[in-house]
């Protein structure tokens, strides 16, 4: 069985820093594209970073770069993100996702596997 669990989430203060892990089993992901995307109350699921297999490429959306970084290691099957500078506006629940594809993917829909979500809030 297949499962991604995320960890890492919790409440910090407007400038403060966390990092999310993401521990998958079940199959091999070494090879798969894998993902961040977060949801707040009342938005859509969107996009937030990925990264390739080889950890080659990366991607993120606009409102993150500089401030997030994607990271993974396959050894560990596990894939980061860490969080600085946050604000209040990156307040969502945040889900990882994986892709069976080697390419970078930035919609949600080409992912075939999520975790249950973690909650990230940011204090004004």
């Known amino acids: 069985q297949v499962q991604l669990v995320e960890s890492g989430g919790g409440l910090v203060q407007t400038g403060g820093s966390l990092r999310l892990s993401c521990a998958a089993s079940g199959r091999t992901f070494s090879s798969d594209t894998m993902g961040w995307f977060r949801q707040a109350p009342g938005k859509e699921r969107e996009f937030v970073a990925a990264?390739?297999?080889?950890?080659?490429?990366?991607s993120y959306t606009d409102s993150v770069k500089g401030r997030f970084t994607i990271s993974r290691d396959n050894a560990r099957n596990t894939v980061y993100l860490e969080m600085n500078s946050l604000k209040p506006e990156d307040t969502a629940v945040y889900y990882c996702?994986?892709?069976?594809?080697?390419?970078?993917?930035?919609?949600?829909?080409?992912?075939?596997?999520w975790g249950q979500g973690s909650q990230v809030t940011v204090s004004a």
């Open positions: 996702a994986a892709s069976s594809s080697s390419r970078m993917i930035v919609t949600s829909s080409l992912y075939n596997y």
């Open positions: 990264i390739t297999w080889r950890g080659g490429a990366t």
